[in-house]
T-cell receptor
Framework: GAVVSQHPSRVICKSGTSVKIECRSLDFQATTMFWYRQFPKQSLMLMAT?????????EQGVEKDKFLINHASLTLSTLTVTSAHPEDSSFYIC???????????FGAGTRLSVL | GENVEQHPSTLSVQEGDSAVIKCTYS??????FPWYKQELGKGPQLIID???NVGEKKDQRIAVTLNKTAKHFSLHITETQPEDSAVYFCAASRVADSNYQLIWGAGTKLIIKP
């Protein structure tokens, strides 16, 4: 299957700092990517849809100024958690659909721990 | 909007036995149903999917069945092995234009007992 690379896999930061997470489609182009948040023992919660060359679409209740998304190229989307606080600690996962087949491939996830 | 329900939340089976996980969906326009396996600390991995024009699909020990009338689909794993232990998620999607959004089930923790 297609490969989606997500970095970093784990980040620990102090409260108030910003953290950037990268999501890359390695062997295909993705005009759309998705960012999810997952709490322990729960399902994936869609945060936003990243659109190449235009603004991201955020789900209800997700602060766009808190979770900045940039989709600057057809293979890279970034999620920046600004002024992170302990309640932002979570597992963040990105995904990208392959063109024409609508199959989503996921990154390995990023475990964010805010102290 | 679409809603996907998944059962059971936890399933424990003896190694070698079969495991069945069931999902129901509410939007009759949904036409794509993938199943993902998620191991601890990792991203979900697509293991099998089915589209609404097919009633059953099989890949070695894994099969998925779809009943469009009843709006439910199931994952079947035969001859279970310890490495099958993971959390499994079903999802539904109404593939139209460029909308790839998946609606997720709550997940099933599958435990394979040696």
């Amino acid at each position: 299957g297609a490969v989606v690379s997500q970095h970093p896999s784990r980040v620990i930061c102090k409260s108030g700092t910003s953290v950037k997470i990268e999501c890359r489609s390695l062997d295909f182009q993705a005009t759309t990517m998705f960012w999810y948040r997952q709490f322990p023992k729960q399902s994936l919660m869609l945060m936003a849809t990243s659109n190449e060359g235009s603004k991201a679409t955020y789900e209800q209740g997700v602060e766009k100024d808190k979770f900045l998304i940039n989709h600057a190229s057809l293979t890279l989307s970034t999620l920046t958690v600004t002024s992170a606080h302990p309640e932002d600690s979570s597992f963040y996962i990105c995904s990208a659909p392959t063109g024409g087949r609508n199959i989503q491939y996921f990154g390995a996830g990023t475990r964010l721990s805010v102290l | 909007g679409e809603n996907v329900e998944q059962h059971p939340s936890t399933l424990s089976v003896q190694e070698g036995d079969s495991a069945v996980i069931k999902c129901t969906y509410s939007d009759s326009a949904s036409n794509y149903f993938p199943w993902y396996k998620q191991e601890l600390g990792k991203g979900p991995q697509l293991i099998i999917d089915i589209r609404s024009n097919v009633g059953e699909k099989k890949d070695q020990r894994i099969a998925v069945t779809l009943n469009k009338t009843a709006k439910h689909f199931s994952l079947h794993i035969t001859e279970t092995q310890p490495e099958d232990s993971a959390v499994y998620f079903c999802a539904a999607s109404r593939v139209a234009d460029s909308n790839y959004q998946l609606i997720w089930g709550a997940g099933t923790k599958l435990i394979i007992k040696p």
